[in-house]
């Protein structure tokens, strides 16, 4: 688990929060997984198939050579004024169908019974729930902390959309809005144009990240609600060019993660402002 | 093939033609009744409807099938369900009640067995139209691609093991049978028909000599997997819930569902069971054989597992409503009180009250009545089984709903039904029909062997109804 020090970083600032249990129960649910993978390889499957099974649960979170950039999202809801210019612009950007919103803006009530916006994309989960899911593997993690989706693999089941806490799976529901040449080759970090049949989500623009750029929504945002960054060097940027020192900023500000108690370590950290719980409590049960 | 130990059963009756068993079971593959070919064009045009739906799906995409975001799961998974349940019928009734040596199965066995036969692969094929992309089926079937951790994995797993079963568990007491049915076919004309046949049950028969020895092996292997058909079926519908259950979504991150799941199967399964024997009876002049009693205890069967999935029902939606979690409670509000209440009621009054009503009272408690009561159940049960699948998938995670005011409120989903998926869905309900004429039309509809055994007075004679 090369994650756990930033998970640290954010504990930190989450004093308050009972992180132990949140991460208890992780491991709990990975290892029972795990557990149960192993149980149908014994009454049904061979031994040959030991090596897909290892490859199939750990997806691509090998511990890298060198410091790995591990990105990371804040989001400031005492900025945001509900605009959704980010998510037109990563709709323009990805060229997707008005209702696949990647990123999407709800309307939400905080205690108060007052309406305050609230920006969701991916979450980045550090235990995603989606990635375990799928029968075919086609989701994963990168080493960068991204989970993507391997459009030439996925199948269609929509289990990850069932998986998902955050609703945060769109799938393809008919022919894909027609692209022109792209400056990026289409592959799971850049699935321009998204395939029919097929669940597709936020990418953190992960093909633009390494030229520099920051994604589409970050850029786009005209309020700097959205910050952008690497948990490794600790910095990020918001598209107004302001940069903070992540760990000292979210403790600042009492940072939280959204639906903490599912156990799934999200990378989106939010900045509530005003009485904002993110309405934690949503699909408990 | 000479050797074949024939019991003399029902053949010194008095009116030979309806009672003498073996001419009545093996009438529907020596002749053929003047409807049987307009059925076949009938049912073959709807089949093939609903395979063009499908191609204008895969043209089209999903969304044609009236799926969305809001909706990403909805009558293909019920279907899946609920084509997968009913064939659990075959395996209670002929298993079951096999292992509890209750003698009155005997001559419903091959009915129900085919029943499950035919539509176990039926529920399968649901794979395909659920897929959004089903030309990459094949990963499902190669294991470099296989995530031993998916539920659907396991899915696939559980159902194609229990497919060979069922494939088995038909197959087994089809041997002695096949021995008979050649012997009787020697002093048949050698038509083409015939001949067909007699090919076939060559095959069927194999080595088979029909031995005393011969036939206690056979019996024990029946039994054996009589035996392992149950915890196999068990498990199957309980891992088909596991693709629901392993999720963090109010409604079907639920203990209850695997219960709930296996109860709702043998449930519709006895429900069809009783439709495909009345069908059977009444067009293959099986009354000899297949008496109202046994149309009676089939029902009563029935309503034990309706009653146990009445009380599941109950049990599930007064603990989540209670628990006051803005998710559970507001998704048994939707289901009792909101935008499925409509579904929701008429699956309790004609999947859980009716039955039980019907079957209360010695007035209504005749064969049409179980055949009406059974009817009810079969059509509610799909329409529970939409109730179980599409309120979740259509749950607003991101708002909560009682932040939003109140337990109705929220930004639910809709799915909104389209002619793809009830095309499709009503080509699968004629599928079983067709291919169940397909089946008796080679296979014998009674199952001979078991029936002149038990005539025999080994076991438990006095409850016997062969030729009562
Ligand atoms: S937010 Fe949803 S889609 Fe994104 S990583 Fe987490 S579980 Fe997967
Ligand atoms: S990071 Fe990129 S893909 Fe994700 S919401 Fe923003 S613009 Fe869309």
Redo the contacts with the bound molecule.
């Keep these: 688990m090369t994650t756990r020090h930033e998970n640290e970083v954010v504990a930190e600032e989450d004093a308050g929060r009972d992180e132990l249990t949140a991460a208890a129960v992780t491991i709990g649910r990975r290892g029972l997984l795990r557990a149960a993978a192993l149980g149908t390889l014994g009454v049904g499957v061979l031994g040959a198939l030991t090596e897909t099974l290892v490859a199939a649960a750990e997806p691509a979170t090998t511990t890298p050579s060198g410091p790995v950039k591990q990105w990371c999202m804040i989001i400031d809801l005492r900025l945001c004024n509900g605009c959704k210019l980010c998510t037109t612009a990563c709709q323009t950007a990805h060229y997707l169908h008005e209702d696949q919103t990647w990123m999407n803006v709800y309307t939400m009530t905080n205690a108060a019974g007052e309406d305050y916006f609230m920006p969701r ?5 550090e235990d ?4 375990p899911v799928c029968p075919v593997g086609a ?1 994963f ?1 990168t080493p960068e902390g991204l ?1 993507l989706v391997d459009q030439s693999k996925c199948i269609g089941t929509r289990i ?1 959309m069932n ?7 769109y799938f393809n529901w008919s022919d894909p809005v027609p692209a022109p040449r792209q400056p990026f080759k289409q592959e799971p970090e850049w699935p321009v144009p998204q395939v029919k049949g097929t669940v597709g ?2 990418i953190e623009c992960a093909a633009m990240l390494p030229t520099g750029q920051l994604p589409e929504c970050v850029t786009n945002c005209p309020m700097g609600v959205l910050y952008f960054g690497d948990l490794t060097s600790d910095a990020a940027v918001n598209g107004m060019g302001a940069t903070v020192k992540i760990s000292t900023f979210l403790a600042e500000n009492d940072a939280i993660v959204f639906k903490e108690e599912y156990g ?1 370590h ?1 990378r ?1 950290y939010y900045i509530p402002g005003h009485g904002q719980d993110l309405n934690n409590n949503s699909s408990a049960s | 093939m000479t050797d074949v130990i024939i019991p003399n059963v029902g053949r010194d009756q008095s009116s030979p033609q309806e009672t003498d068993l073996r001419a009545v079971a093996m009438r529907p593959v020596l002749e053929t009744p003047r409807w049987w070919w307009p059925s076949i064009g009938v049912l073959t045009v709807i089949v093939l409807g609903g395979i063009a739906a499908w191609i204008y799906q895969v043209a089209n995409g999903l969304g044609t099938a009236g799926y969305n975001d809001g909706a990403f799961w909805a009558i293909y998974e019920a279907n899946l369900v609920t084509f997968i349940g009913v064939s659990y019928g075959g395996a209670v009734v002929s298993a079951i009640l096999r292992l509890t040596h209750a003698a009155w199965r005997a001559p419903l066995t091959r009915i129900a067995e085919a029943t499950a036969l035919v539509t176990l692969p039926i529920g399968m094929v649901f794979i395909i139209p659920h897929l959004g992309d089903p030309s990459r089926i094949w990963e499902l079937v190669w294991p470099p691609y296989w995530n031993l951790t998916s539920p659907i994995l396991w899915d696939f797993f559980a159902v194609s093991t229990y497919l060979l079963a069922t494939i088995v568990f038909f197959y087994l007491p089809l041997v002695p049978d096949a021995a008979i049915a050649l012997e009787r076919f020697d002093d048949e004309v050698p038509s083409t028909r015939v001949k067909v046949r007699k090919s076939l049950y060559r095959v069927l028969v194999g080595r088979f000599g029909g031995t005393p020895y011969e036939r206690r092996r056979l019996n024990g292997a029946i039994g054996l997997i009589a035996i392992m058909i149950i915890p196999m079926a068990v498990s199957v519908h309980s891992v088909l819930s596991f693709a629901f259950a392993s999720s963090s979504r109010a409604g079907y991150m639920e203990t209850i569902l695997p219960v709930y799941f296996v109860v709702a199967a043998l449930y519709s399964g006895v429900a069809l069971v009783v439709l495909t024997v009345a069908a059977s009876r009444k067009l293959f002049h099986l009354e000899a054989f297949v008496t109202p009693r046994h149309f009676v205890r089939l029902g009563f069967l029935m309503i034990a597992f309706g009653a146990a999935y009445l009380y599941l029902t109950f049990t599930e939606y007064l603990i989540d409503g209670y628990s006051g979690t803005a998710g559970a409670s507001a998704w048994v509000y939707q289901i009792v009180a909101g935008r499925y209440a409509i579904p929701f009621w008429i699956y309790f009054v004609a999947g859980g009250i009716a039955p039980l009503f019907i079957m209360m009272f010695r007035r209504f408690r005749t064969t049409s009545g179980v055949v009406v009561a059974s009817f009810l159940v079969v059509a509610a049960l799909w329409i529970k089984r939409l109730v179980i699948v599409i309120p979740p998938a259509t749950e607003p995670l991101v708002n909560s709903p009682l932040a939003k005011g109140g337990v109705l409120a929220g930004n639910w989903g809709t799915y909104h039904f389209t002619w793809v998926p009830i095309s499709i869905t009503i080509a699968a309900t004629a599928a079983i029909p067709l291919l169940l004429l397909v089946v008796f039309r080679f296979v014998p509809i009674l199952s001979m062997a078991e029936m002149e055994e038990l005539a025999e007075g080994h076991e438990e004679s006095g409850t016997l109804e062969v030729g009562a």
């Design positions: 994309p991916c979450q980045m989960c995603p729930a989606c990635v989701n993690r989970t990850c998986a998902c806490p955050y609703d945060a799976r989500k936020c799934t999200p989106v």
